[in-house]
């Protein structure tokens, strides 16, 4: 198993009280294999990638338990030094906002020839022509020339790809995805997807998809995580949660992706709105927001059980 995430609690301290926005997590991701985390914003699923890379700002936030075990070594005791030599170069990320994660003071080559030079000790002039490589691999048109470009000559699109080009220019791996088509139109979030899938093939990374667009999860993934609240409430293959889900909240969720068809149907929506992490409900944290919630729900909080070989934190099935 590659990484392999165990009982990972992740707090932050605010003056209105103590927040566990990761409560429990665990999940895995094999080799070659593309894993999507899945929820609404505020589940927990950007803390628990930044989780992985140990990019937790301290304070506020602090990782308060768990184990995240990278190739059999767990990362969270790891030094400040020994961390650097695994950032961009085992483990990368493509961060959320493509138009504000590159420098704007610094070109193209020489954002993309730091981490070359850091982590393979290339010379600059190895790392150049490295970089050209890198942008001809993403499908950037006349990389020579783009290559001595700012971030602001380019497009989202672009950057994108730039973004992707930086993070696997040390062949990571692991490539952790936080959102990578948001704010890029349906024509280049394709290419993107279909990108990443590319490269997967030819570099045998593993992917960690981070999105909350359920029709990229049906794209790209082989398993799927559903977060609601800091917790699991499902796991289970990409076809086993399209074809039955078993969590009131990822058939909500499901629901939710709009249909076309000839009939003009009002959009689903789920009733309701993430509750507040410091007055969460005193059972499952869905409770009350699900359509088929009993009494119990409203005081007990679920565990997560095993419902023929898939995960579920759900008294439905209990």
Do not use: W
């Not at 165990?6 to 927040?19: H, I, R, W």
């Not at 048109?141 to 730039?162: F, T």
């Amino acid at each position: 198993m590659l990484l392999e995430v165990k009982n990972l609690k992740v707090q932050f301290k605010t003056k209105a009280g103590d927040v566990n926005a990761v409560n429990g997590v665990d999940f895995e991701v094999d080799k070659g294999e593309v894993v999507a985390l899945v929820g609404e914003s505020g589940s927990g699923k950007s803390v628990t990638s930044l989780s992985v890379m140990r990019l937790i700002p301290n304070p506020p936030g602090k990782i308060v338990g768990g184990e995240i075990l990278f190739n059999g070594e767990d990362l969270l005791k790891k030094g400040k030094r020994e961390m650097q030599d695994i950032r961009g170069n085992k483990i990368s990320m493509i961060f959320q906002e493509p138009m504000t994660s590159l420098n704007p003071v610094f070109t193209i080559e020489r954002q993309i020839c730091e981490t070359l030079i850091r982590h393979k000790n290339m010379s600059k002039k190895e790392a150049a022509k490295e970089a050209i490589r890198m942008l001809e691999l993403v499908g950037m048109p006349s990389p020579e020339k783009r290559v001595k470009d700012y971030p602001h000559q380019m497009s989202g699109g672009m950057r994108q790809r730039i973004m992707i080009a930086m993070a696997l220019a040390c062949r990571p791996e692991l490539l952790i995805a936080d959102e990578p088509t948001t704010a890029l139109d349906v024509t280049i979030q394709a290419q993107i997807l279909d990108l990443m899938l590319k490269l997967r093939e030819k570099m045998g990374t593993s992917i960690l998809m981070i999105t909350h667009d359920l029709g990229v999860v049906a794209e790209i993934a082989d398993k799927v995580v559903v977060m609601y609240c800091g917790q699991i409430v499902e796991k289970a293959t990409v076809d086993e949660i399209f074809e039955k889900p078993l969590h009131p909240y990822t058939e909500a969720l499901l629901k939710s992706i709009p249909k076309i068809n000839d009939e003009k149907e009002k959009l689903f929506m789920i009733d309701g709105m993430v509750p507040n992490p410091l007055d969460l409900p005193k059972g499952c944290p869905f409770s009350t927001r699900c359509t088929k919630c009993i009494d119990r729900c409203k005081k007990e909080k679920p565990e997560l059980i095993d419902v023929d070989g898939r995960k579920v934190r759900c008294f439905l099935y209990s």
